[in-house]
């Protein structure tokens, strides 16, 4: 007696990793009665995946069939519907069946969504728009996440063993509920502009320390990448708009045609001379144009100023007179002579 109670409070006991539980399956014996109430749900899909779904709704139909679910595809309003029959006996397979419907109404392939129907995989589809304001920071960011060529997306999906599928304002993704789980937290962290590489590296060294026994007890920070958040500077416009000061007066009206033609005069003119009037301004503004245009065609007949060659002639105020010029050569002449006389 005691070995049994004692087997009992272990397995009601704490459990060290609750994802390596294994479920027990449900089957038909779990449940012999069956539902009481007939449950039913409608999701509407756009226009685009009506061709879609009209090719793989046969298959979707069959596979619903082994689980007693009656499926309805509605053109007309563009909506699909899932309700259960007095057969079904798996009271979560319309909640599955659900899922299903919602995840071929976001683009996600047939082949991927039917996986969603089985006991250990699940489905999250992830609204992503109201993380950002401004639509190109939105593009930006999703488009981080997809990587160059898919790259990004592809690597998430090896390691979280998920379907991951970008579409539009939305993230779907099909796969076991602990990866549904860190594909949510790199969408989030992604979005809230954390590079989804920091949750890819960081999930790629939780893996490989998960094999290692020694480390099983202890913090596994250390090895994990830290991000740090940088406050970059925003760009600041270059035409910075003034605040004119507060009044309480609205601005006054701007004026009215009626009231320009008014304060012209021209609102009491008949319709003829109105008509007359604009013609003669017509008139004159082509005058003056037509002017502008022929002083530029002008322009190039008009000849250049030709430049003068003659030599500058000196002037009669810097002229020399030639006879105080002699008279002034005879008086110096004189006067060194009588000087060459007085050494002798």
Known sequence: MEDQESTNIQELGPVENAW????????PDDNPHGLLEESKFATLFPK???????????LVQKVLKEH?????????????????TRKTWDPYIII??????????????????????EDEIGCDIIKINSFVRKKETFLKRRQRLIGPNGVTLKSIELLT?????????????????????????????????????????????????????????ESWDRFLPKFKSKNVPRKQPKQKVKKSPYTPFP????????DRELATGEYFLKDEQKKAKRRYEKEE?????????????????????????EVPTTSNESSIDIN????????????????????T
Not at 48 to 58: A, G, H, T
Not at 72 to 83: F, H, M, P
């Open 20 to 27: 390596a539980m294994k479920i027990p399956k449900f089957t």
């Open 48 to 58: 685009y995946r009506e061709q879609y779904l009209k090719e793989c709704w046969p």
């Open 68 to 84: 007693h679910i009656v499926a309805e595809l509605d053109l007309i309003e563009g909506s699909l519907t899932v309700k259960t």
């Open 96 to 117: 599955k069946a659900r899922d299903l419907m919602k995840l071929l109404s976001r683009s996600v392939p047939f082949e991927q969504a039917v996986r969603v129907l």
């Open 161 to 217: 063993e998920c379907y991951v599928l970008v579409q539009g304002n939305t993230v779907s993704a099909v796969g076991p509920y602990k990866g549904l789980v860190q594909v949510r937290r790199i969408v989030e962290d992604t979005m809230k502009n954390i590079h989804p590489m920091y949750n890819i590296k960081s999930l790629m060294i939780k893996r490989e320390l998960m094999k290692d026994p020694r480390l099983k007890n």
């Open 251 to 258: 601005p006054p009206q701007p004026e009215s045609k009626i």
């Open 285 to 309: 503004k082509q005058m003056q144009t037509k002017r502008a245009r022929e002083e530029e065609r002008k322009k190039d007949f008009i000849p250049p100023e030709e430049r003068s060659n």
């Open 324 to 343: 105080m010029f002699k008279a002034k050569i005879k008086k110096l002449s004189k006067q060194h002579k009588v000087g060459k006389k007085a050494q």
